[in-house]
């Protein structure tokens, strides 16, 4: 019989009854008919519907669909109140930890109390982090000077790549028709992705400033010294609405995820075979919009579609952000760029990947300078 995991909700009053709640589940609920219970993980959100705080259980059994409905009644009465299903998947739905996901992944340098200078990153620290998490935060990777800099350099970029396409191929709406050049993507919504190909100061403060530094602790994550660095900026402009769910990269054919052990990436889960480092040129918040992560999606190849559950299990992080700070995520850790309020939204794009790994999903296989008129519907499309 297939494996399913299975999250139900109990209305809550307070933390201390969660616990309680929680013994008193794993003590009494170990099986139902002939399929064997075993509860993984907890959190807690408000109920959308009724705005109840919620305590969510997790469990994972080998019962098929007619006795889910079991194991939800089993529960109600282990703790005498009405218990809920929220959600069944085929892989463990990672959870927000009770106490937040910020202890766990910003790491804090003690020795560095200074916000002018850039903190040394702990490999073991980013190894371990990454392989559980997917994710981790690290503060002022780049000093302001070398920030402002950039986000010159970038925007002056931006504008002239957009120009180009105007002067080459007046019939594409930018913003918001889908576009796909070898220099540039964009599936349309005022989202695009422009790769540093050509321009030689730029990517030169960024592989002497930035890549040198942080390529130790690559090759430790990626658990390889054969890796490549890709560069691009990624940006939004005003009006961009929420991304749906998606992963960067999908689970390598073969490779091994966490299956249903829930501390399956200390021992199962492959390596990484790339990563993003993520460093905004301006500060994000509401207004200019963000990413929103969900920490240890990258865990299990069966999540994907599932980002929808992170949002009502409260499981998500939001990459609010000084300029200069860097997020770095594992490439198959789910996420989605949230909407841009206010101004446009640069954000510097390091893929870190070992080196037979292509990335081609983003970007088309002709210049802006070389498509020629009658092949355009090739890259163009109405979005």
Not at 68 to 77: G, H, K, Y
Not at 150 to 160: A, Q, S, V
Not at 168 to 190: A, C, M, Q, V, Y
Request: net charge negative; glycine share 6%.
């Amino acid at each position: 019989m297939q494996m399913q995991c299975i999250l139900i909700g109990i209305a809550s009053p307070s933390p201390n009854a969660d616990g309680t709640f929680w013994s008193l589940v794993i003590e009494q609920v170990t099986h139902t008919n002939d399929a064997i219970v075993t509860w993984v993980n907890s959190s807690s959100a408000t109920d959308a519907e009724c705005g109840q705080r919620t305590l969510l259980l997790c469990a994972i059994s080998d019962s098929d669909a007619s006795n889910t409905d079991d194991i939800v009644n089993a529960v109600s009465t282990a703790v005498e109140c009405d218990a809920e299903l929220w959600a069944t998947a085929p892989a463990i739905l990672p959870l927000r930890p009770v106490d937040g996901y910020d202890r766990y992944i910003k790491y804090n340098s003690s020795s560095n109390n200074n916000d002018n200078t850039t903190e040394t990153l702990q490999e073991v620290w980013a190894k371990q982090t990454m392989k559980e998490h997917g994710l981790f935060v690290q503060r002022a990777l780049m000093e302001k000077s070398t920030v402002d800099e950039l986000r010159e350099e970038i925007m002056t970029e931006i504008k002239l790549t957009e120009d180009l396409i105007r002067l080459h191929h007046p019939e594409i709406n930018i913003g918001t028709d889908f576009i796909s050049f070898k220099e540039i993507g964009s599936r349309g919504n005022e989202r695009f992705d422009l790769l540093l190909l050509q321009q030689e100061n730029i990517r030169e403060i960024i592989e002497r400033r930035v890549v040198q530094r942080i390529t130790p602790v690559v090759e430790s994550i990626l658990e390889s010294d054969e890796i490549d660095f890709d560069l691009s900026v990624v940006y939004s402009k005003p009006g961009a609405p929420d991304q749906g769910w998606h992963a960067d990269g999908d689970h390598q054919k073969g490779s091994e995820d966490i299956q249903w052990n829930i501390d399956g990436w200390k021992s199962h889960l492959a390596a990484a075979y790339a990563l993003c480092v993520f460093i905004p040129l301006i500060d994000l918040d509401d207004e200019t919009g963000y990413t929103q992560f969900w920490p240890g999606s990258h865990q299990s190849r069966g999540l994907a579609g599932f980002g929808p559950v992170a949002q009502i299990t409260e499981s998500t992080w939001n990459g609010k952000c000084n300029a200069g700070d860097a997020i770095w995520y594992d490439y198959r850790t789910m996420h989605r760029g949230m909407q841009n309020c206010k101004t446009l939204r640069p954000v510097l794009q390091i893929l870190c990947k070992r080196k037979w790994y292509a990335e081609t999903r983003n970007y088309g296989r002709t210049g802006i300078t070389e498509a020629k008129r009658d092949t355009l519907s090739e890259y163009t499309q109405t979005g």
